[in-house]
Protein backbone atom coordinates (compact mmCIF):
# COMPACT_ATOMS: atom_id res chain seq x y z
CA UNK A 1 0.00 0.00 0.00
CA UNK A 2 1.42 3.72 -0.78
CA UNK A 3 1.56 6.15 1.87
CA UNK A 4 -0.63 9.58 1.66
CA UNK A 5 -0.43 12.56 3.06
CA UNK A 6 -3.42 14.46 4.59
CA UNK A 7 -4.79 16.90 2.10
CA UNK A 8 -3.05 15.08 -0.74
CA UNK A 9 -6.30 14.49 -2.24
CA UNK A 10 -4.93 10.87 -1.85
CA UNK A 11 -1.57 11.74 -4.16
CA UNK A 12 1.48 9.55 -2.87
CA UNK A 13 4.04 10.93 -0.49
CA UNK A 14 7.33 12.17 -2.29
CA UNK A 15 9.88 10.33 -1.54
CA UNK A 16 13.28 11.55 -0.64
CA UNK A 17 15.17 12.31 -3.45
CA UNK A 18 17.59 9.89 -4.53
CA UNK A 19 19.49 12.48 -6.02
CA UNK A 20 19.55 14.95 -2.73
CA UNK A 21 21.05 11.36 -1.14
CA UNK A 22 23.51 10.99 -3.12
CA UNK A 23 24.49 15.16 -3.13
CA UNK A 24 24.81 14.82 0.69
CA UNK A 25 26.92 11.22 0.65
CA UNK A 26 29.07 13.18 -1.65
CA UNK A 27 29.36 15.97 0.76
CA UNK A 28 30.21 13.56 3.70
CA UNK A 29 32.96 11.90 1.00
CA UNK A 30 34.49 15.26 0.05
CA UNK A 31 35.10 16.06 4.35
CA UNK A 32 36.15 13.33 4.83
CA UNK A 33 38.64 13.56 2.55
CA UNK A 34 39.43 16.92 3.50
CA UNK A 35 39.68 15.49 6.80
CA UNK A 36 42.47 12.71 6.26
CA UNK A 37 44.46 14.88 4.35
CA UNK A 38 45.02 17.53 7.05
CA UNK A 39 45.41 14.96 9.57
CA UNK A 40 47.50 12.71 7.18
CA UNK A 41 49.86 16.64 6.56
CA UNK A 42 49.83 17.65 10.21
CA UNK A 43 51.11 13.52 11.17
CA UNK A 44 53.55 12.87 8.63
CA UNK A 45 55.14 16.17 8.92
CA UNK A 46 55.66 15.29 12.76
CA UNK A 47 56.82 11.78 11.62
CA UNK A 48 57.50 10.12 8.72
CA UNK A 49 56.21 6.77 9.70
CA UNK A 50 53.26 7.95 10.99
CA UNK A 51 50.83 4.90 10.55
CA UNK A 52 47.37 5.07 8.44
CA UNK A 53 45.83 3.64 11.88
CA UNK A 54 47.20 6.98 13.73
CA UNK A 55 46.42 9.35 10.95
CA UNK A 56 42.61 7.66 10.93
CA UNK A 57 42.59 8.22 14.79
CA UNK A 58 43.64 12.06 14.10
CA UNK A 59 41.07 12.38 11.32
CA UNK A 60 38.03 11.42 13.14
CA UNK A 61 37.50 8.62 10.92
CA UNK A 62 37.83 5.20 10.92
CA UNK A 63 40.67 2.95 8.54
CA UNK A 64 37.84 1.05 6.48
CA UNK A 65 36.58 4.79 5.57
CA UNK A 66 40.31 6.08 5.07
CA UNK A 67 41.43 3.08 2.98
CA UNK A 68 37.62 3.91 1.38
CA UNK A 69 39.57 7.01 -0.31
CA UNK A 70 42.85 6.01 -0.48
CA UNK A 71 43.48 2.30 -0.84
CA UNK A 72 47.33 2.46 0.40
CA UNK A 73 49.82 4.19 2.67
CA UNK A 74 51.48 4.95 -0.67
CA UNK A 75 48.66 6.82 -2.07
CA UNK A 76 47.64 9.02 0.77
CA UNK A 77 51.23 9.93 0.88
CA UNK A 78 50.90 10.53 -2.47
CA UNK A 79 47.75 13.32 -2.03
CA UNK A 80 49.90 14.52 0.84
CA UNK A 81 52.96 15.31 -1.23
CA UNK A 82 51.04 16.27 -4.28
CA UNK A 83 49.04 18.82 -1.97
CA UNK A 84 52.09 20.54 0.10
CA UNK A 85 53.88 21.26 -3.34
CA UNK A 86 50.72 22.58 -5.05
CA UNK A 87 50.16 25.07 -2.14
CA UNK A 88 54.35 25.86 -2.18
CA UNK A 89 54.39 26.52 -5.87
CA UNK A 90 51.43 29.18 -4.93
CA UNK A 91 53.68 30.61 -2.22
CA UNK A 92 56.58 30.99 -5.08
CA UNK A 93 54.73 33.21 -6.74
CA UNK A 94 55.47 36.02 -4.15
CA UNK A 95 59.52 35.31 -4.79
CA UNK A 96 61.12 37.55 -7.36
CA UNK A 97 62.85 35.99 -10.12
CA UNK A 98 63.64 38.90 -12.10
CA UNK A 99 66.90 40.63 -12.39
CA UNK A 100 70.49 38.45 -12.52
CA UNK A 101 69.56 35.00 -12.83
CA UNK A 102 72.35 33.50 -10.33
CA UNK A 103 70.35 35.79 -7.51
CA UNK A 104 67.19 34.58 -8.88
CA UNK A 105 68.66 31.11 -8.63
CA UNK A 106 69.40 31.88 -4.79
CA UNK A 107 65.98 33.91 -3.80
CA UNK A 108 64.00 30.77 -5.28
CA UNK A 109 66.44 28.25 -3.43
CA UNK A 110 66.18 30.26 -0.41
CA UNK A 111 61.79 30.59 -0.36
CA UNK A 112 61.79 26.73 -1.50
CA UNK A 113 63.89 25.61 1.43
CA UNK A 114 61.53 27.28 3.79
CA UNK A 115 59.18 25.19 2.66
CA UNK A 116 61.31 21.91 2.35
CA UNK A 117 62.37 22.25 5.71
CA UNK A 118 58.42 22.67 7.14
CA UNK A 119 57.62 19.54 5.19
CA UNK A 120 61.09 17.31 4.99
CA UNK A 121 59.42 15.03 6.76
CA UNK A 122 56.47 14.35 4.58
CA UNK A 123 59.17 14.47 1.47
CA UNK A 124 60.67 12.02 3.28
CA UNK A 125 57.61 9.66 4.15
CA UNK A 126 57.02 10.55 0.13
CA UNK A 127 60.92 8.70 -0.33
CA UNK A 128 60.28 5.49 1.27
CA UNK A 129 56.59 5.03 -0.17
CA UNK A 130 57.12 6.31 -4.09
CA UNK A 131 59.27 5.86 -6.83
CA UNK A 132 61.74 8.62 -7.27
CA UNK A 133 60.38 9.60 -10.80
CA UNK A 134 57.08 10.06 -9.34
CA UNK A 135 58.10 12.52 -6.92
CA UNK A 136 59.96 14.76 -9.55
CA UNK A 137 56.75 14.65 -11.67
CA UNK A 138 54.98 15.93 -8.56
CA UNK A 139 57.34 18.89 -8.45
CA UNK A 140 57.02 19.00 -12.22
CA UNK A 141 55.71 23.01 -12.23
CA UNK A 142 58.39 24.06 -9.21
CA UNK A 143 61.31 22.34 -11.41
CA UNK A 144 59.90 24.50 -14.63
CA UNK A 145 60.64 27.74 -12.64
CA UNK A 146 64.40 26.59 -12.14
CA UNK A 147 64.53 25.76 -15.90
CA UNK A 148 63.29 29.21 -16.78
CA UNK A 149 65.93 31.02 -14.57
CA UNK A 150 68.70 28.55 -15.91
CA UNK A 151 68.05 29.35 -19.26
CA UNK A 152 67.96 33.05 -18.92
CA UNK A 153 71.55 32.44 -17.45
CA UNK A 154 72.42 30.71 -20.05
CA UNK A 155 71.50 33.30 -22.22
CA UNK A 156 73.08 35.75 -20.32
CA UNK A 157 76.11 33.87 -20.26
CA UNK A 158 76.61 33.24 -16.58
CA UNK A 159 75.39 29.65 -16.40
CA UNK A 160 77.25 26.96 -18.35
CA UNK A 161 75.80 26.09 -21.36
CA UNK A 162 78.35 23.10 -21.82
CA UNK A 163 76.09 20.31 -20.17
CA UNK A 164 72.42 19.72 -20.92
CA UNK A 165 69.88 22.06 -19.61
CA UNK A 166 67.54 19.32 -17.71
CA UNK A 167 70.42 18.11 -16.30
CA UNK A 168 71.39 21.15 -14.30
CA UNK A 169 67.70 20.87 -13.57
CA UNK A 170 68.07 17.51 -12.07
CA UNK A 171 71.32 19.04 -9.95
CA UNK A 172 69.04 21.59 -8.32
CA UNK A 173 66.03 18.85 -7.59
CA UNK A 174 68.92 16.73 -6.47
CA UNK A 175 70.59 18.97 -4.07
CA UNK A 176 67.83 20.20 -2.33
CA UNK A 177 66.23 16.83 -1.57
CA UNK A 178 70.01 16.01 0.33
CA UNK A 179 70.01 19.06 1.72
CA UNK A 180 66.41 18.15 3.26
CA UNK A 181 67.45 14.54 4.40
CA UNK A 182 71.14 15.70 6.08
CA UNK A 183 68.89 18.33 7.59
CA UNK A 184 66.55 15.80 9.41
CA UNK A 185 69.78 13.55 10.24
CA UNK A 186 71.47 16.64 12.00
CA UNK A 187 74.19 16.83 10.06
CA UNK A 188 73.08 20.50 7.99
CA UNK A 189 72.00 23.35 9.99
CA UNK A 190 68.47 24.67 8.70
CA UNK A 191 69.50 28.13 8.90
CA UNK A 192 72.72 27.46 7.06
CA UNK A 193 70.88 25.49 4.50
CA UNK A 194 69.78 27.88 1.52
CA UNK A 195 73.72 29.62 1.88
CA UNK A 196 74.99 26.52 1.68
CA UNK A 197 73.19 25.28 -1.29
CA UNK A 198 72.92 28.28 -3.40
CA UNK A 199 77.24 28.87 -3.03
CA UNK A 200 76.99 25.33 -3.86
CA UNK A 201 74.55 25.25 -6.72
CA UNK A 202 76.30 28.51 -7.69
CA UNK A 203 79.70 26.97 -8.11
CA UNK A 204 77.94 23.96 -10.23
CA UNK A 205 76.20 25.91 -12.86
CA UNK A 206 78.82 28.73 -12.94
CA UNK A 207 80.11 29.09 -17.15
CA UNK A 208 83.46 27.35 -17.10
CA UNK A 209 86.45 30.12 -16.84
CA UNK A 210 84.37 32.76 -15.11
CA UNK A 211 84.86 34.08 -11.83
CA UNK A 212 81.97 31.98 -8.96
CA UNK A 213 80.15 34.63 -7.06
CA UNK A 214 79.38 34.39 -3.36
CA UNK A 215 75.78 32.81 -2.52
CA UNK A 216 74.72 36.93 -2.04
CA UNK A 217 75.19 39.53 -4.32
Known amino acids: MVATS ?66 TRADLVDAVLTQTVEEADATLDAT ?11 RLVGASWQIVHEFQSVLLAAQRELPAERIRAVHDRILRRVETIIEAGQSAGVFRDDLPNRWLVTTVFSLMHAAAEDSAAGRLDAKDAPEVIGATLLAALTAPGAAVPTATP
Do not use: M, Q
Request: with cysteine; charged share 25%; glycine share 12%.
Open 96 to 106: DTTGDPRWALT
Open 6 to 71: PGSGGKPKSAPSPAGAHGERRADARRNIRSILDAARSCLTRDADASVADIAKAAGVGRVTLYGHFG
